[in-house]
């Protein structure tokens, strides 16, 4: 069956990094469009940034564009979200996502989902 499953997420201070790790299995990974999600507590899941299925597209959230970058290895089947200049308000449950047919920032479009990383930004 189809497993995404996240890992990277942590505790980390205002201004520092992390990189989200999330590695596909049991799908044509090259053949799906790759979302990220986020969800803060008692908010609903939103997008935060996507690749194309080549890796040469990305799109991204107003408010992580220019700190956050989406890549991935079609070899590894692995996606990324690197995470710089963190704020309090990144502070969420981060999920990725896949989809096999057009891609978008609702979480309908998305078929499968991993089980979310904790990330944690502190003052």
């Known amino acids: 069956q189809v497993q995404l499953v996240e890992s990277g997420g942590g505790l980390v201070q205002a201004g520092g990094s992390l990189r989200l790790s999330c590695a596909a299995s049991?799908?044509?990974?090259?053949?799906?469009?790759m979302g990220w999600f986020r969800q803060a507590a008692g908010k609903e899941r939103e997008f935060v940034g996507g690749?194309?299925?080549?890796?040469?597209?990305?799109y991204y959230a107003d408010s992580v564009k220019g700190r956050f970058t989406v890549s991935r290895d079609n070899v590894k089947n692995t996606v990324y979200l690197q995470m710089n200049n963190l704020k309090v308000e990144d502070t969420a449950v981060y999920y990725c996502?896949?989809?096999?047919?057009?891609?978008?920032?609702?979480?309908?479009?998305?078929?499968?989902w991993g089980q979310g990383t904790q990330v944690t930004v502190s003052s």
């Open positions: 049991g799908l044509s990974f090259s053949r799906h469009y």
């Open positions: 690749i194309s299925r080549s890796g040469t597209s990305t």
């Open positions: 996502a896949a989809t096999s047919g057009v891609w978008g920032v609702s979480t309908a479009r998305y078929e499968y």
